[in-house]
């Protein structure tokens, strides 16, 4: 049997373990207590921090607390992305990434300082947007046809544009010469501005530009829109047939540039359980959808472990293309 010293140091042990879960019980039932942190790993302005505000306006009604945005540019998305990696896992700071920052730069940057599939907790995967090949229209490219009898009669007889080494556009123009089997001379850019200049005047032959630049610059007299990444065509581009339609399939709806929300690894189920309901509310909330397809993109609204599946495809596929054409980041 038990003494009396005993029981009382077993009373207090159980009183101890009660006190030390109370913490954590609260926290999970009153979050959010205080604002909450939405990281985006690029410069205020730009097409993520656009569609980031958007989520978080959408997520502050739902969650019933604000959500700001803090920009945290660099390193092709990788120090926004690693500082929300490192930070505490209590739902207070969430990331809204891009693909690029999680399956490219880990496999462009050795060193990156974070490992996409074991550092950050999923939530929802909330966003996707086309690729469009633009060319010059001086060019004698009138169509898919003409541009791949070209590419093929002379090796490196056409160019085309990129953001910058390792960038998304090099990387799809880089899957492109794989899925047509052509070589093409790249030309990267200090970013897709620059690029876009150079197109519209004639010193490149193409460039992959984003739904969103491709419908801005659609009336050009000077530019082509010959095909589209994806299922299906852009209803803002009737006329721009897919690469499926065209015989190169695999430039499909798995090129397409996506962005998920993430929180860091660690976070506790029931605070995910919120954020995620909170998240899936504000995406099928029809002023969040209706802001979201005016920037050029479609509403996703899938679940943690879609994101997950997604992010392993995309690393994959990635990586191979990276070891076979020696890609390297600038």
Known sequence: ????????????????????????????????????????????????DVLARIIAQGLSKTLGQQVIVDNRAGGGGAIGTREVAKAQADGYTLLFAGDAALTVQPQLTPNVGYDARKDFTPLRLVAAQANVLVV?????????????????????????????????????????????????????????????????GGQIDMLFVGTPVALQNATRKELLMLAV???????????????????????????????????????????????DEALKAALNDADVQKNLNTQGVDTLNLDAKTTEQWMARDQAKWAALIRAKKIASE
């Open 136 to 200: 010059n229209a001086s060019k004698g490219l009138p169509d898919m046809k003409t541009l791949l009898a070209q590419a093929k009669g002379k090796r490196g007889a056409l160019t085309f544009g990129s953001a910058g080494n390792g960038s998304p556009s090099h990387l799809i123009g880089a899957l492109f010469e794989n899925q047509a089997g052509i070589d093409l001379v790249h030309v990267p850019y200090k970013g897709a501005a620059p690029a876009m200049t150079d197109l519209i």
């Open 229 to 275: 990444t994806g299922s299906k065509r852009l209803p803002s581009l009737p006329n721009v047939p897919t690469f499926a339609e065209l015989g190169i399939g695999q430039l499909g709806s798995e090129t397409a540039v996506w962005w998920s929300v993430m929180a860091p690894a660690g976070l506790p189920q029931n605070i995910a359980v919120k954020l």
């Open 1 to 48: 049997m038990e003494t009396p010293m005993q029981t009382q140091r077993r009373f207090m042990a159980l009183v101890l373990a009660g006190l030390f879960a109370l913490p954590a019980v609260t926290t999970a039932q009153t979050y959010p207590a205080r604002p909450v942190k939405l990281v985006v790993s690029f410069a205020a302005g730009g097409p993520t």
